[in-house]
């Protein structure tokens, strides 16, 4: 399985260049690269071509043709082509993603068989740009990007097994607040050390 940091996005909320945005003085996208690090030995970071991405020691750079939309159905479907197996995803917008989360995840995926979605939910809302993906899900996300569809709408007609994670590792980065919140919460993380 490879693990995957989709970064195909815009980030016009955040002003663009999303996964490069420095939080606490790494790159956003190094935060989650971490989290599948732990539990991986091929890692990715997945975006559009001519994305701005940042370099992330120990994992793989695919920007490729992503059919013309930024929807991340079309990453994940990418990053399963690409993979030519299971991918366990991560958004590059997910800081507090922890290797705990993941191996749950890839715990559950391992149960519950290779065809299965298996996605990190808190309190029964689904996070599903935190998940594992087989392969015979490429078509559907495709499809489902290709036609606007609602991510986690096009997640649970997949009839995902969910695995309940915390709240906070679930958390996204959108906005300029949002980094600095972030940015103060781990500051406040290390000082506590």
């Known amino acids: 399985m490879v693990g995957v940091i989709l970064a195909g996005g815009a980030?016009?909320?955040?002003?663009?260049?999303?996964?490069?945005?420095?939080?606490?003085?790494?790159?956003?996208?190094?935060?989650?690269?971490?989290?599948?690090?732990?539990?991986?030995?091929?890692?990715?970071?997945?975006?559009?071509?001519?994305?701005?991405?940042?370099?992330?020691?120990?994992?793989?750079?695919?920007?490729?043709?992503?059919?013309?939309?930024?929807?991340?159905?079309?990453?994940?479907?990418?990053?399963?082509?690409?993979?030519?197996?299971?991918?366990?995803?991560?958004?590059?917008?997910?800081?507090?993603?922890?290797?705990?989360?993941?191996?749950?995840l890839l715990d559950t995926a391992g149960r519950e068989g290779a065809g299965r979605v298996v996605v990190a939910a808190a309190d029964g809302r689904i996070q599903p740009l935190l998940g594992v993906f087989p392969p015979a899900a490429a078509g559907a996300l495709r499809r489902g990007a290709l036609a606007g569809e609602p991510m986690r709408a096009l997640v649970q007609r997949m009839d995902p097994v969910l695995v309940d994670l915390p709240e906070a590792a679930l958390r996204s980065v959108n906005t300029p607040a949002e980094l600095a919140e972030a940015e103060a919460e781990l500051r406040q993380v290390r000082s506590s050390r």
């Open 11 to 104: 980030g016009s909320r955040i002003g663009g260049a999303k996964a490069a945005r420095e939080l606490a003085g790494r790159p956003l996208a190094a935060y989650p690269a971490d989290a599948l690090t732990a539990v991986l030995e091929r890692v990715a970071i997945a975006s559009k071509r001519g994305e701005e991405l940042p370099d992330l020691a120990g994992v793989e750079t695919w920007d490729g043709e992503q059919r013309g939309t930024r929807h991340p159905a079309a990453g994940i479907a990418y990053a399963l082509e690409r993979a030519g197996d299971a991918v366990l995803v991560v958004a590059a917008d997910m800081p507090f993603v922890t290797g705990a989360a993941c191996q749950a």
